[in-house]
């Protein structure tokens, strides 16, 4: 999956450097040399991550405006770089990771890398992959029925039923996840229920190993989709 990237500098050598480096993790690249114009950019596109030249005027407006103008930039990653002598810190700033100038390619793909991996789990944590699966619901007073999978993600999965079950009396869940030999088995608490048989319900306890392989399958499913 090729995620996106904005770059606000006018340093063309090191934005060349940073082009091979962010194409290398499959990470489109735009670039921006005016920061306010940058700021307007942002505000209207999707940008994954946003790395900052502190080296370029302006930019300590700019990067004040960032933490005010949406609350959805908070969320995106960002990175600064500029000379050891001239780059803020990062507390200042709101950066998640730093640099400094001239670009080391190996400090720069390990930094990059570890901006990567955040987005990356950022959206599949919260990815729900869409199937239609047998799942046993399970009761504090034992009583069993089966019901339908409708969705599932890390935190817990979407079910219908249209047995009458009491949703208010649910402890367990257990169904086969596709292409593995895994069977998911968790202690459950339920999120909400409609009157329509449709239940969410988040995961509260389940088996590490068991944790991992679904974490696992869901990134395959998010990839290949």
């Known amino acids: 999956m090729t995620l996106s ?3 606000v500098s ?5 934005i060349s450097v940073l082009e091979c480096i962010l194409g290398s993790l499959h990470m ?23 790395i900052v030249d502190c080296d370029l005027n302006g930019t300590g407006q700019f990067l004040r405006e960032l933490q005010s103008v949406s609350p959805r930039l908070n969320t995106v990653p960002l990175v ?14 709101g950066a998640m990771f730093a640099f400094d100038k001239p670009i080391s390619v190996e400090q720069a793909v390990r930094t990059l890398s570890a901006a990567r991996n955040m987005i990356l789990d950022g959206r599949l944590r919260y990815h729900r992959a869409g199937l239609e699966l047998p799942v046993t619901l399970k009761g504090r007073r034992q009583k069993q029925i089966d019901a339908q999978l409708v969705n599932l993600s890390q ?8 047995d009458g079950f009491d949703a208010s009396d ?12 895994c069977g998911v088995n968790a202690d459950v608490e339920v999120a909400w229920a409609d009157d329509r048989g449709n239940v969410g319900i988040r995961f509260a306890k389940m088996a590490s190993q068991t944790q991992r392989t ?7 499913q998010y990839f290949a989709n």
């Open 155 to 162: 935190g817990g999965l979407q079910v219908h039923t249209e």
């Open 80 to 93: 600064i770089m500029g000379s050891a002598q001239g780059r803020p810190d990062m507390e200042g700033t």
């Open 170 to 181: 649910l402890l367990r869940v257990s169904f086969a996840l596709p292409g593995t030999k």
């Open 214 to 220: 679904l974490r696992v399958w869901l990134a395959q």
């Open 5 to 7: 990237s904005m770059v």
């Open 28 to 50: 489109d690249v735009a670039v921006e040399s005016e920061p306010q114009r940058a700021l307007t950019r942002l505000t209207t596109s999707k940008i994954d991550a946003l």
């Open 10 to 14: 006018r340093d063309w050598q090191e």
